[in-house]
């Protein structure tokens, strides 16, 4: 069964590092979303992404954060200089179609650490 | 803005017991899907079991149900025969389906299952 996959499983960095979030999307799913959540508290929305731009975004994406869709497979979320905040769990997911009809698969996660 | 809450942080089952996890949401909408989420250690998002809301059938899945009760805006989960495996946090969600509407999906605060062997 197709699904979605992420790049490291965890990472670890320094405050004021960037960092790339790597995600490979399910082959025919068009629609791409990065969720975050911070240790033992509930999952929140980044951002989505169709073709090729930025469809919504929350509060938490400010400038610090950018999604890439660099080639055909790949989709990634950029944190420019991370703070210690920013240590979550990332989840990556895609869909074929925007409409709640279309299921989100979720992929396992990236563990980030900011020390 | 629409909101979920999962009132119970906690909750703990004998095996082969039945339990019922709680989920209230509030929002304007009229055409909407509910989720419930297991997030086990691994910490993958899996999906369990949707709602639709203008469903009036209570959606199953296996050992999985919801009670789904549209004018108090609430959706349970009911696990019965609760296996060792179903020990997680789960999770309440709640996504738009109205045209033109946000696709995200809002979260609850989650639900830790614990299962008593």
């Known amino acids: 069964e197709p699904e979605v996959t992420q790049t490291p499983s965890h990472q670890v960095t320094q405050m004021g590092q960037e960092v790339i979030l790597r995600c490979v999307p399910i082959?025919?799913?068009?629609?791409f979303y990065w969720y975050r959540q911070i240790l033992g508290q509930k999952v929140e929305f980044l951002v989505s992404?169709?073709?090729?731009?930025?469809?919504?975004k929350s509060e938490i994406f400010d400038d610090q954060f950018s999604v890439e869709r660099p080639d055909g497979s790949n989709f990634t979320l950029k944190i420019r200089s991370t703070k210690l905040e920013d240590s979550a769990m990332y989840f990556c997911?895609?869909?074929?179609?925007?409409?709640?009809?279309?299921?989100?698969?979720f992929g396992p996660g990236t563990r980030l650490t900011v020390t | 803005a629409q909101t979920v809450t999962q009132s119970q942080p906690e909750m703990s089952v004998q095996e082969a017991e039945t339990v019922t996890l709680s989920c209230t949401y509030d929002t304007s909408e009229s055409d909407y899907y509910l989720f419930w989420y297991k997030q086990p250690p691994s910490r993958q998002m899996i999906l369990v079991i949707r709602?639709?809301?203008?469903?009036?059938q209570n959606a199953t899945e296996n050992r999985f149900s919801v009670n789904f009760q549209k004018a108090a805006k609430s959706f349970s989960l009911k696990i019965s025969d609760s296996q060792l495996g179903d020990a997680a946090m789960y999770f309440c969600a709640y996504r738009s389906a109205e045209i033109g509407r946000d696709d995200k999906i809002i979260f609850g605060k989650g639900t830790r299952l614990h299962i008593l062997p």
């Open positions: 992404f169709y073709n090729n731009e930025i469809s919504e």
């Open positions: 997911a895609s869909s074929e179609g925007d409409r709640a009809t279309y299921e989100q698969y």
């Open positions: 709602q639709e809301a203008y469903k009036q």
């Open positions: 082959s025919n799913h068009l629609y």
